[in-house]
């Protein structure tokens, strides 16, 4: 429900853009969008212990995640030292490019062949509109920031579907789970460092 | 030379196995990586636990790879972090990578590998626990409060926004079991509340990543809080000064107020109200004076009495067919008998009171001569308990009756049917049907009671007959046990009159009715009781203090007259019964006391000529007959 509210509140944001008033601040929106991305993983996370540890053999290796071609820092220094341009660009072509993953998950989750693939699918669910509303909450941010922040890099995602088998149509589920559950960590991250160099006013908020 | 051989061999055999297995050596057991976290997400440690160690010193070393390649590190400090551990520093530790790790054990004689294990350090973060926890009591205009304010752990770099740290304190009383635990979100300060004066509290903060673990509790900080009087304490106490204030105002004012209070909350029982009983004489005096004061003569009756004492009721009917006189609409509500329940003095009286028996015979009350009537509050209980006897003929009433001529019913239970039988029946013949059941109060006057000449086989009937009408209403009951006393009120109105049947139920051959006179002044005639020919005993109850019988109630000396009926002339015509009387038998009024007989004309002024009447059919009659008393409670039924 926070997370509703919070969409509402952005497209009050939107609102307020159109007819010029700058109620919201840049570092509101940033507070409202971390904290948005702060769900996502924590969403993940209650998806992902559904699952059992799976055998390290046979899952696919988490550098076979599509988004991994996408260049991220590896570090704190590294993150430290990206720009908030790039930060956010990164963020939102990180939330982009799990916009087809999750189409597919969701329609994959209900047959899928697991106990609790009701809880799975409502899960997915739930993690497609939080990946909406913090979508939508990072576009209002970018025109905010200026035209140098909307570089978007555009990652394909090639996965038809998880496989045929009952076996490998877990696994595949699986891993496309933890792939996600990364890259909504490093949205997160992103993002409240974001938060944090456009509050200097507040630090402590930091 | 073989012997020793043979003993060093023993000896040796029994050793070497013994040294031999001292000696036997095996590859390591197979180590375990326990955990792995990272305080600030930028390094991380590991942690093993080592298997056994095969009986040779071992050797354990961590080996590990990055996700996307293949190459192998070790690691780079096995002692920062203390034993069995392996300490990644910065320069090593990359974020959003899974490392996958494993540690090898060696010996002498081998090795073993654990199983490896993933990690990514994102998701193994737990920081250290808070800094710098410092709690300080604060006043506050409700009381004193806690302040409790921390540091981030060092390492942790929530400046930048690395890590976004969220912090959780607990507090408990020092004797106490239970913590009281707060989230303070990402604030580094927290205040706590409702304190108990003078105790000692314990505070205890750690810390969270955002996706991470909590760090340990920090050490606890001891805080003592002065003692005070608590707030609400001192308005409970404000509060309860208040009530009692209140309290003593009010009982003060209650024991102002206490017989009102008292008579309010505990209303007095009426005291039994009997005639003739002087409650002086008895505070003052002795009982048996007073009890004597009690006894009558005539009560409680004898069994001879009984059959006499039969009271029947009585019909009082108005004469239908004769108009009211704009007054006597009022009659007619009064013929209804309503009376109007009247509390007097005397109590006890309302067992007999009934509306629903008076308004059975609510018959009009109509009396005969239009012009002639004035109606005065005919029926209308005053004390409710009198009926008037009316003159209904002006010329009967020489001297207008001033008074307001009330008639007034009785208490007892009566239903006058009152209806106007015929003409000319103004007569009270008061005969009251015997059989009339006396089970309930109703009564009825017969209808034969009254106006037609048939009611009156007596010869004192046509008499009546004239009589404008003499109303007499009267009720009683049927007592068998008491008699019945009738305190009649003999009230003539010249002018108002109205017609009153008074009918006995059964036809009674005595219509010998009492004319009397007209009389201005009130007179009280009583029943003494009703004798077997139904017919009324009245004693009138002079006033003058005249009276055959001199009543020993205590109060006023009253004459009982039994009232045979009311002949013609208006007269009613009075009985006396011996009180041995048999059926039949009067008493001479005259005869008994002589000067009674001459009280009627005192009552009926100017009636003179009555008088012979009267003391004629005095003579047929002549016992006085003291029968028991009717309450003549005038708690009859308001018409």
Redesign the interface.
């Known amino acids: 429900m926070a997370r509703r509210s919070q969409g509402t509140k952005l497209h009050l944001a939107v609102l307020c853009l159109v007819v010029s008033c700058h109620a919201i601040g840049l570092s509101d929106l940033m507070e409202r969008a971390s904290q948005r991305s702060?769900q996502l993983?924590?969403s993940l996370?209650h998806a992902d212990s559904h699952f059992p540890p799976m055998g390290?053999v046979m899952m696919p290796?988490?550098?076979m995640c599509h988004t991994?071609s996408l260049q991220?820092?590896?570090?704190?220094?590294q993150?430290?030292r990206v720009s908030e341009n790039e930060l956010i660009s990164l963020a939102r072509s990180l939330l982009l490019a799990w916009n087809d993953p999750l189409l597919l998950l969701s329609s994959e989750a209900p047959t899928l062949p697991h106990p609790s693939n009701g809880d799975i699918s409502s899960k997915i669910r739930e993690l497609q509109d939080y990946s909406k509303s913090l979508g939508d909450g990072l576009d209002i941010l970018v025109n905010k920031m200026g035209p140098s922040s909307q570089y978007i890099s555009s990652i394909p995602f090639k996965g038809g579907d998880l496989g045929n088998d009952k076996t490998s149509r877990l696994i595949n589920f699986h891993f496309l789970m933890s792939c996600f559950r990364?890259d909504s960590?490093?949205i997160?991250?992103f993002l409240?460092?974001?938060?944090?160099?456009a509050t200097k006013m507040r630090?402590?908020?930091? | 030379m073989m012997w020793r051989d043979v003993g060093v061999t023993l000896i040796l055999s029994l050793i070497l196995p013994v040294v031999a297995q001292g000696a036997r050596h095996t590859p390591p057991g197979k180590p375990k990586l326990t955990s792995c976290r990272s305080p600030d997400?930028?390094t991380f440690t590991c942690w093993w636990e080592a298997g056994s160690d095969g009986g040779r010193p071992t050797t354990y070393s961590l080996f590990y790879h990055k996700?996307?390649s293949e190459t192998v590190y070790e690691c780079p400090d096995y002692h920062t972090a203390g034993a069995n551990s392996c300490f990644f520093n910065?320069n090593e530790?990359?974020?959003?990578?899974?490392y996958n790790i494993t540690v090898v054990a060696t010996n002498a004689l081998g090795n073993n590998f654990s199983d490896?294990v993933?990690v990514?350090v994102?998701?193994i973060v737990q920081p250290h626990t808070p800094e710098n926890v410092t709690v300080g009591v604060l006043e506050d205009e409700d009381g004193p409060f806690l302040r409790v304010s921390w540091e981030p752990p060092r390492k942790a770099?929530?400046?930048?926004?690395?890590i976004?740290l969220i912090y959780e304190l607990r507090v408990k009383l020092e004797e106490a079991e239970e913590w009281e635990e707060h989230r303070a979100g990402?604030?580094?300060m927290f205040n706590i509340f409702s304190l108990h004066s003078g105790g000692v509290y314990m505070v205890q903060v750690r810390c969270k990543p955002?996706?991470g673990f909590w760090s340990e509790w920090s050490t606890a900080s001891y805080v003592k809080v002065p003692d005070y009087i608590p707030r609400e304490r001192s308005m409970w106490i404000l509060i309860a000064v208040f009530s009692a204030f209140i309290f003593l105002i009010l009982t003060w004012i209650i024991t102002l107020n206490r017989s009102s209070v008292k008579h309010c909350l505990l209303p007095p029982v009426p005291g039994p109200k009997i005639k003739g009983f002087d409650q002086q004489l008895l505070k003052k005096g002795k009982p048996e004076e007073v009890f004597n004061s009690l006894v009558v003569q005539s009560f409680p009756p004898r069994s001879t009495d009984y059959e006499d004492l039969l009271v029947e009721y009585l019909e009082v009917y108005v004469n239908e067919k004769q108009e009211l006189m704009p007054e006597g609409k009022d009659l007619r509500d009064v013929g209804c008998l309503k009376s109007k329940s009247q509390s007097d003095n005397d109590s006890g009286r309302g067992s007999c009171d009934s509306h629903t028996l008076l308004m059975e015979k609510c018959g009009g009350v109509e009396s005969k001569d239009e012009s002639s009537y004035e109606e005065p509050e005919l029926l209308q209980g005053q004390a409710g308990s009198w009926e008037r006897l009316e003159r209904g003929d002006s010329q009967v009433v020489d001297t207008p009756d001033s008074s307001d001529a009330r008639v007034k019913t009785w208490p007892l239970v009566f239903s006058p049917s009152i209806h106007g039988s015929s003409d000319n029946h103004h007569y009270g013949t008061l005969e009251m049907p015997k059989q009339h059941s006396t089970s309930e109060i109703t009564y009825s006057v017969p209808d034969h009671l009254f106006p037609t000449s048939t009611s009156f086989p007596h010869h004192h009937h046509p008499e009546y007959r004239d009589s404008l009408g003499e109303y007499s209403e009267y009720r009683h009951s049927r007592s068998p046990s008491t008699g019945v006393l009738y305190h009649w009120e003999a009230q003539h109105h010249p002018q108002a009159h109205s017609n009153f049947n008074i009918r006995n139920l059964e036809r009674q051959k005595e219509a010998t009715g009492l004319g009397l006179p007209p009389s201005r002044s009130m007179e009280y005639v009583e029943v003494q009781k009703v004798n077997q020919e139904n017919q009324l005993v009245l004693k009138p109850l002079s006033s003058h203090g005249r009276g055959p019988s001199q009543v020993q109630f205590g109060r006023a000396v009253v004459d009982y007259s039994k009232v045979n009926g009311v002949n013609n002339d208006n007269v009613l015509l009075l009985q006396r019964q011996r009180e041995m009387a048999e059926a039949g038998q009067y008493c001479d009024y005259r005869e008994k006391e002589g000067a009674e007989a001459e009280r009627y004309p005192t009552q009926q002024q100017g009636k003179t000529t009555k008088d012979g009447p009267v003391a004629t059919q005095l003579q047929e009659s002549t016992c006085l007959t003291t029968s028991g008393y009717v309450d003549t409670v005038p708690t009859m039924p308001t018409f």
Not at chain 1, 203 to 206: D, I, K, L, V
Not at chain 2, 93 to 98: G, L, M
Not at chain 2, 157 to 162: A, E, F, H, Q
Request: charged residues 40%; aromatic residues 4%.
């Open positions: 702060d993983p924590h996370v390290r290796r988490p550098s991994s991220t820092p590896k570090d704190k220094e993150a430290l990364r960590h490093k997160d991250s409240k460092v974001l938060r944090c160099r630090p402590e908020t930091c | 997400k930028e996700e996307n910065k530790t990359s974020i959003w990578v899974n490896p993933d990514d994102v998701y770099d929530t400046r930048s926004g690395w976004t990402q604030q580094k955002d996706h």
